[in-house]
């Protein structure tokens, strides 16, 4: 059966109560309405009509979205009921995070034409990007019934596939995408990604370089980043395996807290002393520090542009390595790749930063009561006996692998997708959810210096946020800073509002299960 969003109250009160709330979706309000004044309203023929929705798609090609823009209003604004320029304006507020005017042009398109499979499909991309994913998914499912060649249909479902962890099913319906739409470079870019994630290097790298072709060159910075991630894939996609298993099947060792961050002692190199790294759910890739990498020799791979990241002007150069064992305790993984970049809180002594990709494939917990962090092999795990304390939720990936987890703060109706993020000694709130109605009553005098990836950050204001709910454990009066979380938005694919850090997660042991894209909190009895 074919959803009707105006038979759907749930689906409606939801868009009332998107508008109603601050919330990850809200940031990316924009004023909907005609940039032109009534006076200026002339009316276009038809044939002039076409010609003026062709020019605004090449623009929109060429990266050029302010005249694209300028040119869809001014169609809509002398024909209100052209369904292809509201769409196509739709898919371009879409484009630039601006979601609630996507979402009213694109709906106002469905609500009279039910068999516009890409109407749907510009409403599910919408209900995605804000995190809504049961929505997303059932609106997206009816585009392509409407029309199985809809590509931004296939495209949105490909996406959501990635962000549940189905990544064959991902690669399957965006490689769909981008056979009936060669020229849409975001189609290519979601395909390299996930190829990346599934271990496909080759045609990862084959994917990023259609994007070249075909995407707009008016980002210097964001070509040379991918450039440089090419040249390290053709590397990567010439080893004849990575993340290789070895050692025991399993292992223990014990944790220090710094800062609420878990560090585990591990090694690089057999006859060198052990290293300090964070286990850091925040991160995809392991980091090691570039005066670590040069002590123990370890040289660049290759290099290629600047990363976007929390702290200082928000970028550092990437420089890609490889590392040939990194042993933890008794288990051992061979052939892992890392970034290598300097760390700016020298005092802290830490040499690195263990990321996703190293444990995913071992059953992973961190105890932050018993201060042990233990790995197991899949094919060794037996699951514990049923806890009544313990709650098990499940976890997205972002697309620049991230964590992300549904959250509920006080005061705030729904539930918000923060970052899940053993890395990170506060919880964060975005800078936008801090200055609303909701939380800006919460502020504190206390002002923060925060060490961040890419520098250093300081006079953050911080908030006591008065209950932090994940699942159905709470935390009452949890410090959280403000950040500016729009590059981690960039790239993440939908809209984090935070970050749950160290201090809301060391009151738990916890569990991942990568592979089910899971985690198991259960209560230490800390406080």
């Given at each position: 059966m074919r959803f009707d969003p105006l038979r759907n109250r749930t689906f409606t009160r939801k868009l009332r109560l998107l508008r109603a709330v601050v919330s990850a979706l809200i940031l990316a309000i924009a004023i909907s309405g005609s940039i032109f004044a009534a006076d200026d309203v002339q009316r276009i023929e038809p044939q002039e009509t076409k010609k003026l929705l062709k020019q605004a798609k090449k623009l929109f090609r060429k990266g050029e979205i302010a005249e694209a823009e300028k040119i869809l209003r001014r169609v809509i604004a002398t024909n209100p009921q052209n369904a292809e320029a509201k769409l196509d304006l739709a898919y371009l507020l879409l484009k630039r995070k601006r979601l609630v005017d996507a979402y009213n042009y694109a709906f106002e398109v469905a609500k009279e034409d039910k068999d516009n499979a890409y109407a749907f499909a510009v409403l599910g991309a919408t209900y995605l990007s804000a995190g809504n994913f049961a929505d997303a998914r059932i609106l997206l499912n009816n585009a392509i019934v409407v029309d199985d060649d809809e590509a931004l249909g296939w495209a949105g479902l490909g996406m959501l596939d990635f962000y549940e962890n189905r990544v064959d099913d991902s690669i399957y319906n965006l490689e769909r995408a981008v056979q009936l739409d060669g020229k849409e470079a975001d189609y290519a870019f979601a395909l390299a990604q996930v190829s990346a994630r599934a271990e496909r290097y080759k045609e990862a790298a084959d994917a990023y370089q259609k994007y070249l072709r075909i995407a707009p060159d008016n980002d210097r910075e964001r070509t040379e980043r991918i450039k440089g991630l090419i040249k390290f894939l053709r590397y990567l996609g010439k080893r004849p395996s990575l993340y290789d298993l070895d050692g025991a099947g399993q292992t223990e060792v014990p944790v220090r807290l710094v800062n609420n961050r878990p560090v585990v002692q591990i090694k690089l190199k057999d006859n060198e002393p052990p290293l300090n790294f964070v286990l850091d759910t925040g991160s995809g890739i392991s980091v090691i520090s570039d005066l670590t990498a040069e002590r123990l020799k370890i040289k660049p791979v290759t290099k290629g542009g600047v990363a976007r990241a929390l702290g200082g002007d928000g970028k550092f150069d990437i420089v890609y390595g490889f590392i040939r064992k990194v042993s933890i305790g008794d288990v051992a993984v061979r052939n892992v790749p890392v970034y290598i970049r300097k760390f700016h809180n020298a005092s802290e002594r830490i040499d690195g930063y263990i990321g996703l990709s190293l444990i995913s494939k071992y059953v992973t917990t961190i105890d932050y009561g018993n201060l042990t962090f233990s790995l197991v092999r899949k094919d060794n795990y037996e699951t514990p006996?049923?806890?009544?304390?313990?709650?098990?939720?499940?976890?997205?990936?972002?697309?620049?692998?991230?964590?992300?987890?549904?959250?509920?703060?006080?005061?705030?109706?729904?539930?918000?997708?923060?970052?899940?993020?053993?890395?990170?000694?506060?919880?964060?709130?975005?800078?936008?959810?801090?200055?609303?109605?909701?939380?800006?009553?919460?502020?504190?005098?206390?002002?923060?210096?925060?060490?961040?990836?890419?520098?250093?950050?300081?006079?953050?204001?911080?908030?006591?946020?008065?209950?932090?709910?994940?699942?159905?454990?709470?935390?009452?009066?949890?410090?959280?800073?403000?950040?500016?979380?729009?590059?981690?938005?960039?790239?993440?694919?939908?809209?984090?509002?935070?970050?749950?850090?160290?201090?809301?997660?060391?009151?738990?042991?916890?569990?991942?299960?990568?592979?089910?894209?899971?985690?198991?909190?259960?209560?230490?009895?800390?406080?």
């Open positions: 006996p049923e806890n009544a304390d313990a709650m098990t939720v499940p976890l997205r990936l972002t697309s620049s692998g991230f964590l992300s987890g549904q959250v509920k703060l006080h005061g705030i109706e729904f539930p918000l997708n923060f970052i899940v993020d053993t890395g990170a000694s506060l919880s964060v709130i975005s800078e936008d959810l801090a200055s609303s109605e909701e939380l800006s009553g919460f502020i504190q005098d206390e002002r923060m210096r925060v060490v961040g990836a890419a520098g250093v950050t300081e006079d953050v204001p911080s908030f006591l946020l008065p209950s932090v709910t994940f699942g159905r454990f709470s935390r009452n009066d949890l410090k959280a800073i403000a950040l500016d979380l729009d590059l981690i938005n960039e790239t993440s694919g939908f809209e984090q509002a935070g970050i749950l850090g160290g201090n809301f997660l060391k009151n738990y042991r916890l569990t991942f299960d990568f592979k089910q894209s899971m985690v198991t909190f259960t209560p230490t009895d800390q406080d």
